[in-house]
């Protein structure tokens, strides 16, 4: 079964979450230090992610690219918004809780190496190592943010189970017209561009800055396409000694 990796993560998350409930008890001092760690950890994540790229030109405009496309449908304040609704359904007391934990639970999760990889790995070869392994890791990961950011952290699972869902599907198809060599060219340059939006989130969770990284999302699509274009014109200039 092709999903099962992708189910097993979203189950993993929804009951890390509600354990994270009962977590209520620790003392702030203890909360605050437990996700400064997280932090740190998360950001030091997306640093060895970032450097993994082996173009990182390909990041740069990536980022950029995906950064002006982002701001201009602003995705940071609809993904908000789906927290705030959330927030008003479950009526929650303290404002911006929901929205927070929701938002900042489903970067997480998301973006990343792991979820790519993992899910390609399910659709191509039915492998759900990867996938087992993320789920062990932001199932824990979900117990900490709820403890601190409440139940908005639960609903991470949907956007999670949906876009590794969406890639593991695709991934069943996709070797009938994507070149293995280009696969890994863009597994790698995504893995770089996705590495600098997780340290972003690790520095936003730490409280030193306020980056819109939602609105950096659309640089992913934008690392396809462009690894695309230099796969296929190096393949060009091969064949074309001249150009």
């Known amino acids: 079964m092709s999903l099962l990796g992708t189910l097993v993560n979203g189950l993993a998350i929804i009951v890390g979450s509600f354990l994270g409930l009962f977590w209520t008890s620790i003392p702030e001092k203890t909360k605050t230090t437990v996700m400064q760690a ?32 982002g701001e201009k ?70 117990m900490l943010f709820t403890s601190a950011l409440g139940i908005g952290v639960m609903f991470s ?34 893995t770089g561009t996705g590495g600098i939006m997780i340290l972003a989130i690790g520095l936003n969770v730490l409280g030193l800055t306020k980056i819109r990284v939602a609105n950096l999302l659309p640089g992913l699509l934008f690392t396809v396409a462009i690894a695309a274009i230099v796969y296929y014109w190096s393949e060009i200039t091969a064949a074309v000694p001249f150009i």
């Open 38 to 69: 997280m932090g740190l950890a998360v950001a030091v994540l997306g640093i060895g992610m970032g450097l993994k790229s082996e173009q990182f030109l390909i990041v740069i405009a990536s980022l950029a690219l995906g950064g002006a496309v």
């Open 73 to 142: 449908i602003d995705l940071e304040d609809k993904l908000g918004r789906v927290g705030k609704w959330l927030e008003g359904r479950l009526g929650a007391k303290e404002q911006g809780t929901v929205a927070q934990g929701f938002v900042t639970a489903t970067l997480v999760f998301v973006v990343g190496a792991m979820s790519i990889v993992g899910a390609l790995d399910s659709g191509l070869r039915q492998d759900h190592a990867v996938l087992y392994t993320k789920a062990l890791i932001d199932g824990f990961c979900a």
């Open 157 to 190: 699972a949907i956007p999670v189970m949906l876009y590794q869902g969406i890639i593991t599907l695709f991934a069943t198809q996709i070797d009938r017209f994507v070149p293995e060599k280009l696969m890994d060219a863009m597994i790698v340059e995504i």
